[in-house]
């Protein structure tokens, strides 16, 4: 069912025609992305107080997660609202995390923020609006920890891999892309998920391809179909946002899963995937 | 894992709030569209002439597609391109049609064609580009034949909603929403698949939603994937280009799978349909 | 400060190098489009009742406008809407058009309005939404009245010139390129003026050029600003909706001016091409 | 032609009514942008070399640019391609600006570059690929020198607006916005040019807003047709690339405009704002 990038002008971005690649795996921490296993990290949009990270952290676990996510400065549209709790939540993180002995993915804002972070984080997360920050990603690129680098909800494909340059021209390579949804005239979701991309960069890359169909279609209903899909065509694992309290969660509660959602999921997931011969990744 | 309309603005297009639905299935010909099956349609982008349709339809109604694509009067951004067989193609059309038992889905592109094509057509195609022709809608809210109505690559779910009313209020209630692709910034696939406007077609709409892989993504090797998240998120079927032999296609080559790709997804769908519980269709 | 294209790719839409071109004039009526003249057309959104267009006739004729638009048949995104008063407007319409003594642009829907329309019209328009209908745009070829054509609000450049086509190719060559505006992310405005295009387009073809300010940017007060850039960048006119009383008008009240706003505008475009020794158009 | 936020609901970006609002003019240097003025800023993308700053620097000086824009640290969308001198170029930068007693606008890329840039500069320069670096926008929120604020080209006007707030809650209110285009789907022209935007943000804010016409069109023919537009619809001023050899230039040259192609442009913006009655600033 190939075809070669000589048959097909489509396969070019910009300029440049692209090999088909095989995926190279990446280490975080005890797990493996992009190997034979699906993934899944799963974990609350903001880290709000050791309580719901706690709770959260053994909730997604106990349903299969394998690496948590949390975020801990957030980049928030208005400098009013909440912007996560900073560094002061660093202590009982430590805490979350040996409890549960999960990794952490978390994203960093600023390039300051590095030293700080790096006893706490198994991968570092760009965030959408940063990957065009190159300052930031040539920090990173000096950095011995992964990072997973979302695509800008307005960047190429094109783009967002050129991103991932800044990241492995200053010696790492442990890139992990993840979609999250693009930026269309389309309103009624809050981004459009951009499959095809998915399914490009799996195909034209050697990075690991995850999704997080949390952002990429922001609806709680939503959010497992879009998962599922990523399971069907082949993506490397997916990034979920779950909250005990969707309702009261201080940012992101539309898309968040609660923990009986995810738990749900989960199984749906291990379904799909077996349909197509993929593991999913256990602890 | 419901949200209500209440607890999420976003399940609002612009004004209205769009209630939970569930599918209404539609006859076409032998054949019911949304019902419990997933239903595959497949054939040409264009028939071509007598040998190239026939190959086509019995191949792919051997792989298990359920009703026959393949269009008469193309819709061609140059005028100069080859614009289809149109009427002249309709006296082999029928021949093939009772050779292989198959009903044809076929684009209509003007009010005028209606007559001439009411005895060979089982399900009437609105194609992207006249998703906004509203005179044409309203000619086919007037016919008995269901109605297969495509997005327009850069309508809003909402407008498409409301495309549809058009037929509707005609008194013709067989519709079939079909989302093909949106028009983006990407450019490295041919459109943006929009799976979370299926998902949404899907849960706030009575329509049967399918999809069109193959302009959706628009590259060969990309266009099964695609198909397989259709059938991961829960759409009612698909309608696949497929050519005998795509290099020599006088329209949408670079998509079309062969008979041999075809036959490979067809299985594939299959496993993940059944992982989900939900049948394929058979004749 | 000419580039050639040699030095520049970005001079190419897909594939194609476009040279530079020189605007051929369009006759329409009594009036030339595309000549040394900016030429401006005025009128209701909707044509609604005899007085309301006749007042609006009148009131722009004596501020300057040289042609006269109302719609007769409008493209509502829901079937419900208004959708203008039809054939049965035709009657009073020739009066108005008799007082005034000037022509008529109004928008075509479907192929068969043009044998009713035909004595009533001084330049078709196919709105937006038509301009990929190729099946109106070949009945236009063989009018020969001259045709407004819309941008499409998704439509590339390259296609709205190769729509141009369709209708050329008909034997009709009296074509008027009108940019209203497409759709983007942004929302705070209806749609996104493409300046660009307008510049682009005149540069690069040898149509005419006008702009619709009205849906250009969909906010009354605004409307005027767009129209000055119209002047200021070389556009051949402008199209602008006016209505006596915007607050009552049965579509696009909101982005309809006044006659007094009208007369004002007039006075600055006159003003802005003065400056670029633009002559604009007197009946 | 005036309507109030209770007459257009379109004057709302996402939830906030905006009122109607007076531009602050903001003290750069010697010059004031805002102010009854419009100002020409100008100068080269990269600054390359001492020779061709000085010679850039002495001849928009002489065609009546009042601030000196270019570039120290780009941003490039390959992490292979020119990224600028650096901080190697401060002396000669130094030597420039005294000799032509200009001020300079250029872009800061990393936090930890204000340090080292701030005896150098009149104006921060936020490049649209950082418009959403909250970090960034914090750190020149501390400045005392103000802050010219590209808008992403993806960002909505609303994110341009609040991206604003970052720097003012910092306390630091001198802040420009600046339209550069926007990503749509058009690939003819480089970005959209989003005219709409500059007067939306100029009615609704009490910033100065610019237009860089060089990126918004990106072609160097179409840039003084779109400086005119936005001279015609009333913005504070433009940012325009001069170099005095665009074929050799390091970055951005087919858009730069030459000397002499710049001094032309200002007697047509000088010639347009004349028909307006607003003053061009002069040093």
Chains 1, 2, 3, 4 share one sequence.
């Not at 994203?107 to 706490?120: A, F, G, K, N």
């Not at 950095?143 to 050129?162: D, N, T």
Request: hydrophobic share 45%; charged share 20%; net charge neutral.
């Amino acid at each position: 069912m190939e075809i070669t990038s000589e048959t097909s002008p489509l396969l070019r971005t910009h300029g440049a025609v692209l090999p088909l690649r095989k995926t190279k795996a990446v280490q975080v921490g005890d797990i493996k992305i992009g190997g034979p296993d699906f993934s899944v990290i799963a974990g609350p949009c903001s880290i709000e107080s050791y309580g719901q990270f706690l709770e959260t952290a053994q909730g997604v676990k106990n349903s299969g997660a394998v690496l948590l996510r949390g975020g801990i400065w957030k980049m928030r549209t208005s400098a009013k609202a909440f912007q996560g709790l900073g560094s002061e939540a660093l202590h009982f993180i430590r805490n979350v995390l040996d409890q549960t002995k999960m990794g952490l993915v978390t994203e960093v804002t600023d390039p300051r923020q590095i030293e700080v972070l790096d006893d706490y984080v198994a991968m570092y997360q760009v965030g959408a609006r940063n990957m065009f920050n190159y300052a930031l990603l040539k920090e990173l690129g000096m950095s011995r920890k992964p990072i997973m680098l979302k695509r800008g909800f307005s960047a190429l494909i094109e783009e967002w891999i050129k991103a991932a340059e800044y990241i492995s021209l200053g010696g790492n390579e442990g890139i992990v892309l993840c979609e999250r949804g693009i930026r269309t005239f389309e309103t009624a979701t809050r981004y459009t998920f951009d499959l095809n991309a998915v399914i490009f960069a799996k195909a034209r890359t050697h990075y690991p391809v995850i999704v997080d169909p949390s952002h990429a279609v922001g609806i709680r209903e939503f959010v497992p179909k879009v998962a599922l899909a990523a399971a069907a065509v082949g993506a490397d694992g997916v990034i979920v946002e779950v909250h005990p309290r969707p309702e009261e969660a201080l940012s992101d509660g539309k898309q968040a899963l609660t923990l009986e959602d995810f738990k749900i999921l989960m199984k749906q997931i291990e379904g799909v995937l077996s349909a197509l011969n993929h593991p999913l990744q256990k602890l």
